[in-house]
Structure formats: C-alpha cells, structure tokens
C-alpha cells in the first residue's frame, strides 16, 4: 500500500492532505523519515508514525443514520430507552455519533470510529454547515426570515448569519429551510423560539454535504469512498 493511501486509511487525513504531510518530514516508516508518498507500506507489518507517535492501523468505519424520533445521540444514556448506536449492529465494533440531535429531532447523524475526523466536523472553527427542514407554528414572515439569515440573540449570544429559506405554508404552519454552521444546543428550536415561532418539527435533511437520500427512519449505510475523502477534504482545507 502506498504511505499516502495508508495515512488516508488510518483516518489521518484525506489523498491530497497526507501527500502534504509527508513531503513535510512528519512521517518515518520503521523509524526513517519518508518525503515520498508513494513509498510502499505493508500494514501490520511497517511501523509508521507521525510525529513520533505510531499510527494506528485500526480499521476506521463511516456510517449515517437517519435517526427516529425518541431516540438519543449519545452513545451511553442511563434515562433513555434507546440511543443511536444501538441502532447499528454490535458486530461494527464500537462507533461513535459525530455531534448531537436532540431527542426530538429526527434526520441525519454520521456515526465514526474516526476521533480526528470527528473533532474537525463539529469544532465551531471548521464551521461544518447543517441544513433542517422545521415545520413552525404561525406564518413566518419575510422580515423575520430576515432576522434569522442575519443572527437573532439568544441567552448564550448572537447566532452567526445562516441561510433561510420558507418552503411551504399550511393553515397556522409554516415550513422552512434553515442552513447553520454552529452547534449550540437547541439552536434551531430557539432561533424560532425568539421569534415566537415553536418548533412542531424538525429534521436534519443534510450534515457536511452528506444527505439522507432514500434511508428511511431507523435505517443506516456506509459513506461512500469518495463521500469519506470529501468530508476529510473539506475539514483539512479550512484547517
């Protein structure tokens, strides 16, 4: 396997990011210093490390979930009936979700053995978008559609400026698109909240560019190769 291809795997970072990396003198293979990204590797057998510290050879899994109603995002909850890693099978191994959706949220949630890919989607500095479709109580109205694109305020701060959008009207509802790059808690139910607007429902429809497609509720697929390489690409760039 080429080293660049191994790092990639390892979960390190994406092709072009760890071609990057070796040139830069950060990776020995069997304690040498290796510039080329091509140098072979035999994993198991070659000891590599970056930055003195041995990479790990463990196998990383990719998955996203289209997680139902009731359930929580956490991996261990003793007051929840049902959390989302129960929802994949024990032979995966252990996985993690990447963030949180409230109990009451549905829609999508990625679910990792990778920690450094983890950090990077849901540090504030990487600004990873989320996009939610929420059906609110009340007609929303284009100035205050305005508000919520610009930053509305909050007990915890003023929401940085976010895309928003009215798909639909229904009676005494309104549906709407909503893009953020934050992670407060709720944040969605209370940028409505502030506009006096409760939230009836709301669902995470896309996550760093990856989307539920036909998952149903409660069911699960593996990211693709190339969804992987594009999430790592996006996270390392804006690094």
């Known amino acids: 396997m080429r080293l660049q291809t191994f790092l990639a795997h390892a ?3 994406s092709r072009r990011s760890s071609a990057d990396i070796i040139e830069s003198g950060a990776v020995a293979v069997n304690g040498k210093v290796v510039l080329e990204k091509w140098h072979p590797v035999e994993p198991g057998v070659d000891r590599v490390t970056l930055y ?3 990479v790990s050879t463990v196998s990383k899994l990719y998955y996203v979930l289209n997680k139902p109603r009731g359930v929580t995002s956490t991996v261990k909850d003793s007051h929840a009936k049902s959390a989302v890693v129960d929802l994949l099978p024990r032979k995966l191994g252990r ?18 053995n990778d920690g450094e890919l983890t950090h990077r989607l849901t540090h504030p ?27 509305v305020r909050l007990e915890d701060g003023l929401t940085a400026p976010c895309r928003a959008r009215i798909l639909s009207f229904a009676e005494d ?29 709301l669902k995470r429809t896309f996550f760093a560019g990856i ?21 790592k690409e996006m996270t390392y760039r804006a690094a």
């Open 211 to 231: 989307g539920l497609g036909d998952l149903e509720e409660g069911e699960f697929r593996k990211l693709s190769a190339s969804e992987v390489e594009a999430l």
């Open 52 to 54: 003195g510290k041995a």
């Open 125 to 151: 500095r990487f600004a990873v978008a989320k996009v939610y479709v929420a059906k609110v109580k009340g007609r929303v109205l284009e100035n205050e559609l305005k508000k919520l694109s610009e930053g």
């Open 11 to 13: 979960g390190i970072s």
């Open 173 to 201: 509802t309104t549906v709407c698109e909503i893009e953020i790059r934050e992670g407060k808690k709720r944040q969605v139910r209370r940028m409505f909240d502030s506009l006096g607007h409760r939230v009836l429902d």
């Open 95 to 112: 996985l993690y979700p990447v963030g949180r959706l409230d109990k009451d949220t549905t829609g999508i949630i990625l679910l990792t």
